[in-house]
């Protein structure tokens, strides 16, 4: 096991930044977002993703490849000289993100040599194929294939309001429209050994599929309950490895830290490497925003929150997921506590809910 913070490193010149085009966030909610909002998605360039507003963050640690031979850094020996020159700027199919997101997918090595023979060859206007300056080592050839990052390349642009609905998802996630009668169910703080079984059987009987965002440091422990979620074919996002409740107020390498140790964690159990990430309490901020974009996964709340977590009531949960419309994310929860009351009112609203037509869809 490499720890991300072995990985070798290759300095390339920072991009230039240009001001955000992005719009604000909207005022953080614990409950029901307003019906039908609307999803901005700023298409700045994408150097604007590199702020300067956080210079004490560094890029996201990059995941460890799980069962990759031990990766050989770069050798040292031979002097790389940079003849002097025109600026180099990374193209636009590789910046200094991308590459290193790259590296663990491509095997490390073979993409830093190639990239700094790439690089080098842009300032060798009238190479003759010896320029003396510059030696560069033929990289060894990866030893297998590395695995998948846990997590995925950093998503562009910043999304800076979450998905709310399912129109909202598939704007960002592209496929085929949903069916007009589509609802979803999202099933938050598991996996949880006594209840996330229950609702997994009761989901099998109706063939419901789920998202269910699981904690990392529930994960932990509860390991086989969390496979059976991934057997069963439903989906899993990722609501932190600890889920704190002023994550969107912590210090950016908290934040990374609790969505890459929970991406790691589902990941290296399930086999599911998440690509939707959902806030503890629904909380955002643009520096959150701009965290969760730089992991790789795509912000998600809800559009129904029967606040089931707090127990209100089996007919109050009910009826509020009774009221459920085509297109809406409906938010209940299998961990955090005891939740048959949760149990007892899906047991009636999913088969009420097809019974009027509404077909429950996977969020993908
Ligand atoms: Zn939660």
Redesign the pocket.
């Known amino acids: 096991m490499i720890s991300a913070g072995a990985e070798p490193t290759i300095a390339l010149p920072k991009p230039r930044v240009s001001p955000e085009s992005t719009v604000a966030l909207p005022i953080s909610r614990e409950s029901s977002p307003a019906p039908e909002p609307t999803i901005a998605l700023p298409i700045p360039p994408r150097a604007a993703l590199q702020s300067t507003s956080e210079p004490t963050v560094g890029l996201p640690p990059v995941p460890a490849p799980r069962s990759a031979p031990t990766v050989t850094p770069p050798p040292a020996e031979p002097t790389i000289a940079l003849p002097a020159g025109p600026p180099v700027v990374p193209s636009k199919s590789v910046t200094r993100r991308r590459l290193l997101w790259a590296i663990p997918a491509v095997g490390g090595t073979a993409l830093i040599g190639g990239t700094i023979a790439a690089l080098a060859g842009r300032g060798e206007p009238e190479a003759t194929g010896k320029a003396p300056n510059l030696v560069v080592s033929e990289p060894p050839p990866s030893q297998s294939p590395a695995p998948a990052p846990t997590t995925p390349k950093p998503t562009t642009p910043v999304i800076k309001v979450p998905v709310h609905t399912l129109r909202d998802f598939r704007k960002v996630v592209p496929g085929d429209p949903f069916p007009t009668d589509a609802i979803a169910l999202t099933i938050?703080?598991g996996p949880h050994p006594v209840w996330t079984p229950k609702i997994l059987r009761l989901l099998e009987k109706h063939h419901v599929p789920a998202l269910f965002?699981m904690?990392g440091n529930q994960v932990l422990g509860h390991e086989s309950t969390a496979r059976d979620v991934a057997a069963d074919g439903h989906q899993i996002a990722n609501?932190t490895w600890s889920?704190p409740i002023k994550l969107a107020k912590l210090p950016p390498h908290v934040m990374l830290k609790e969505i890459h140790r929970a991406q790691d964690k589902i990941y290296s159990t399930t086999g599911q490497a998440p690509n939707l990430f959902?806030s503890?309490?629904g909380a955002w901020s643009n520096g959150l925003a701009e965290s969760v974009s730089k992991s790789g996964v795509i912000p998600m709340d809800w559009t129904t929150d029967p606040r089931d977590?707090a127990r209100p009531g089996v007919a109050h949960i009910t009826n509020r997921l009774l009221a459920a419309k085509p297109g809406q994310i409906l938010l209940c929860?299998d961990g955090?506590g005891d939740r048959s009351q949760t149990l007892a009112s899906l047991k009636t609203v999913i088969p009420a809910l097809q019974a009027k037509g509404l077909k429950f869809v996977a969020l993908m």
């Open positions: 938050d703080d965002c904690i609501h889920h959902r503890p309490g977590w929860h955090g």
